[in-house]
C-alpha cells in the first residue's frame, strides 16, 4: 500500500510539471504558426493517444497518417518526462526526415531566430510562473510564521552536537558567523547554506559568550542523519497511530500530547523516540494529554524494531513570529525565495559537489527520492505538498536552462550561434549534438536511478 501511494504522488508531481514544462513549448509553437505533431507524456514508444484525425487509438500510429495541423497526444511506455514533437525542429524524438527537404511555413527551421527561442524558452517560462503562482499565494494564504527562539531544547544522543559540546539551554546567536534570529535561520544555516561545511557556533551559555566549532569531517553527511539540536518550548504530538501495535492498544489516538516515558518527562519528539528505542522489550508507563485530560497506560516496545507503532509530529508552543504580506508585498517576497531556492542554493550545491564538500551521491537525487518525498509532502498537508512541487518547478527550470546539447539551454546556445553568424550548425552537426547529448543524459539518469535504489538499502 505505501508503495502504490508513493507512486501515485510521484505520478502527480511529474504529471503536473512535465504537463507544464511541454504546454510551454506547444502553445509557444502554436502562437508562432508552428505545427507540433505530438504532445507526449513519458518517453518511448506510444501506448495510446487522440488526434482529430484518426480517434483514439493504441500502439504506434500508422505511417499513412497525415495529421496536417493537428496533434497526436499521446502516453508514452516510460512515465519520466515527456516532449512536445515541434515540425521541423531537431529533438529528442530524433526526427530527420525533413532534413535536405525545402522549409515549409508551419515549420520550425522556417521562422525567425527570435521566435525559435520563445518557443525554446517557454517551457522553462511556464516553470517559473508555476513556481512563482505556488510561492506567491502560499505567502498570501499563510505568510510566514517564524519561531521566535534560538535556544536548544533538546541534544540527540549520538550526534555531533552532543560529541562537541553543544548543550541543552544554550542560546545559538550565530553560526559561521551570521546572526541567527529565529529556529528557522539554524536550520538553513546547518542544512542549507553552510551544508558539507565545518560550523563555528557562537552560543550565549549561562550569560556568557562562547564559541564552538565543529569540523566539517567530524559532522558528516546531514542529508543521512540530522546535525542533533532541537529548539526548546516544543513537545510530541501524535500524527498517527497503527493498528494492532502498542501504543493503539494502551487508546493513544492521533493529536494526542506525549507528557512523559517511563517517569521522565518528555519534551520533543526525538527524545521521545530515543527513549521508545531503549525501552524496547521492557513494559514502560506513557503518559499523554488529551483536551487537558492526563491519561496513562503501559507499552511494550517491539523488540524487532524497538516501536510501539505511532508517528510522531512535533508542536512549537513558544513565541512566534507571523510575518503577513498583502498582494503587493508577497511580489519581492515571492522572487526572493524564486532567486534562493531556484539559483542560489542549486549552484551552492553544485560548487560544494566540484569541491568535494558534499559527496556526488547524496547531493543527487533521482525519480526514487523525488517519489518518496513526493509522498512524504503529501502527509505533511496541501501547503508543504504544493511547495514541493514549486521547488521542483524551479529545479526543472534552472537544469533546462543549462548550455547542454538535448536540453533546452542547448538549443537556445545553437540559436545564439545563428543569430550571430546568420547561419545554422549544419544538420549532421546538431543531429551529432543531440544524440551525444541524449547519451549521456540517459546514462546520468540511470546512474542517478542506480544510486537512488542502493541509498534504500
Wanted: aromatic residues 12%; hydrophobic residues 45%.
Amino acid at each position: 500500500m505505501e508503495f502504490i501511494t508513493t507512486l501515485f504522488y510521484f505520478l502527480i508531481v511529474i504529471g503536473i510539471l512535465v504537463f507544464i514544462h511541454e504546454f510551454g513549448h506547444f502553445a509557444a509553437a502554436k502562437l508562432n504558426g508552428m505545427r507540433a505533431d505530438v504532445f507526449a507524456f513519458g518517453m518511448g514508444p506510444r501506448v495510446f493517444g487522440f488526434n482529430k484525425v484518426n480517434g483514439f487509438t493504441f500502439g504506434k500510429l500508422k505511417e499513412d497518417v497525415v495529421l496536417g495541423d493537428n496533434t497526436d497526444y499521446r502516453l508514452c511506455a516510460f512515465p519520466i518526462g515527456g516532449y512536445v514533437k515541434v515540425a521541423g525542429m531537431i529533438d529528442e524524438s530524433m526526427d530527420k526526415d525533413f532534413v535536405g527537404k525545402e522549409p515549409q511555413p508551419w515549420e520550425y527551421r522556417s521562422k525567425p531566430v527570435w521566435r525559435r527561442m520563445i518557443v525554446i524558452t517557454a517551457g522553462v517560462f511556464m516553470n517559473l510562473v508555476l513556481a512563482f503562482i505556488i510561492f506567491y499565494s502560499i505567502t498570501l494564504v499563510k505568510g510566514k510564521n517564524l519561531m521566535d527562539t534560538t535556544t536548544i531544547g533538546y541534544i540527540a544522543q549520538g550526534s555531533p552536537a552532543q560529541e562537541f559540546g553543544l548543550r541543552t539551554g544554550d542560546k545559538i546567536i550565530s553560526i559561521n558567523g551570521n546572526t541567527a534570529e529565529y529556529w528557522e535561520d539554524i536550520q538553513s544555516k546547518i542544512y542549507i547554506d553552510n551544508l558539507g561545511e565545518s560550523l563555528t557556533f557562537g552560543i550565549n551559555r549561562n550569560g556568557k559568550d562562547t564559541s564552538i566549532l565543529i569540523p566539517k569531517e567530524k559532522i558528516g553527511v546531514l542529508t543521512d542523519k540530522p546535525f542533533g539540536i532541537y529548539p526548546n518550548n516544543t513537545t510530541p504530538i501524535i500524527n498517527d497511530v497503527l493498528s494492532g501495535k502498542p501504543a493503539s492498544n494502551a487508546g493513544i489516538q492521533a493529536n494526542d500530547e506525549i507528557v512523559s516515558y517511563g517517569g521522565t518527562a518528555v519534551s520533543n519528539s526525538q527524545m521521545l523516540i530515543s527513549l521508545i528505542k531503549n525501552s524496547a522489550g521492557k513494559e514502560t508507563k506513557i503518559e499523554w494529554k488529551r483536551n487537558g485530560q492526563f491519561m496513562s497506560a503501559n507499552v511494550t516496545p517491539s523488540v524487532e524494531d524497538s516501536t510501539i507503532g505511532i508517528f510522531i509530529g512535533e508542536k512549537y508552543t513558544g513565541p512566534e513570529k507571523l510575518l503577513s504580506y498583502n498582494v503587493i508585498t508577497a511580489i519581492p517576497k515571492t522572487f526572493g525565495d524564486m532567486y534562493y531556492f531556484g539559483v542560489e542554493v542549486f549552484f551552492k550545491s553544485i560548487a560544494k559537489v566540484i569541491k568535494g564538500d558534499i559527496p556526488f551521491k547524496k547531493a543527487i537525487g533521482g525519480p526514487v527520492k523525488i517519489a518518496k518525498a513526493s509522498a512524504q509532502s503529501a502527509e505533511a498537508g496541501f501547503l508543504t505538498f504544493i511547495n514541493f512541487v514549486a521547488l521542483l518547478s524551479m529545479s526543472l527550470a534552472v537544469i533546462n536552462i543549462l548550455p547542454f546539447p538535448a536540453l533546452d539551454g542547448g538549443h537556445f546556445v545553437l540559436l545564439m550561434f545563428e543569430g550571430i553568424f546568420r547561419k545554422p550548425l549544419p544538420y549532421k552537426v546538431q543531429i551529432s549534438l543531440q544524440y551525444a547529448g541524449f547519451i549521456i543524459l540517459i546514462a546520468f539518469m540511470l546512474f542517478v536511478l542506480y544510486n537512488d535504489l542502493i541509498s534504500l538499502n
